[in-house]
């Protein structure tokens, strides 16, 4: 069995993605949930979460990223920031706390322009599920929907 694997096929991470981190976005973004499919691979690369919803008002539909990670916030921010540019809104999930968050963030200022410059939004969990950092509109899903389609139904 793979390192970080709770069994076949299924890893730590893949909890993280889950029904708060859903209702968090779309109170803070007014969208509702549509579909998401788990390590798609979008232009060569696997992301963890490719995710579709639409718009409450104007029922524009909107792609989602989502990065998933246990700790490592560096390391889930250089991925971010590689994929971006395939999302309309990308998230960064991290199993600690909003303390340790902006701990690492005030430490690492390369984090910081990744973060702000990539408009890269990160969800931690304290007590519950936090948008930390809200990702900003980044218009980007043409390759995403073109490949899934069906997930945007």
């Given amino acids: 069995m793979a390192a970080g694997a709770i069994e076949e096929g299924v890893f730590k991470e893949d909890k993280l993605f889950?029904?708060?981190?859903?209702?968090?976005?779309?109170?803070?973004?007014?969208?509702?949930?549509?579909?998401?499919l788990r390590h798609a691979r979008v232009d060569g690369m696997e992301l963890d979460v490719?995710?579709?919803?639409?718009?409450?008002r104007s029922g524009w539909g909107r792609t989602f990223g989502f990065e998933l990670k246990q700790y490592d916030l560096a390391r889930v921010v250089e991925?971010?920031?590689?994929r971006r540019y395939l999302f309309d809104y990308y998230y960064v999930v991290l199993n600690c706390s909003y303390r340790l968050l902006l701990f690492q963030i005030i430490w690492n200022e390369s984090i910081?322009?990744?973060?702000?410059g990539h408009r890269i939004g990160i969800?931690?969990?304290?007590?519950?599920w936090t948008i930390?950092?809200?990702?900003?509109?980044?218009?980007?899903?043409?390759?995403?929907?073109?490949?899934?389609?069906?997930?945007w139904r």
Avoid: T
């Fill in 79 to 82: 991925q971010a920031a590689r």
């Fill in 50 to 56: 490719v995710a579709f919803f639409r718009k409450r």
């Fill in 112 to 116: 910081a322009k990744l973060i702000k």
């Fill in 132 to 151: 930390a950092f809200p990702s900003r509109y980044k218009k980007g899903c043409m390759r995403v929907l073109s490949q899934y389609e069906e997930g």
């Fill in 123 to 128: 969800i931690c969990r304290d007590r519950d």
């Fill in 18 to 36: 889950n029904e708060d981190v859903i209702r968090r976005v779309e109170e803070y973004h007014d969208v509702e949930y549509r579909s998401h």
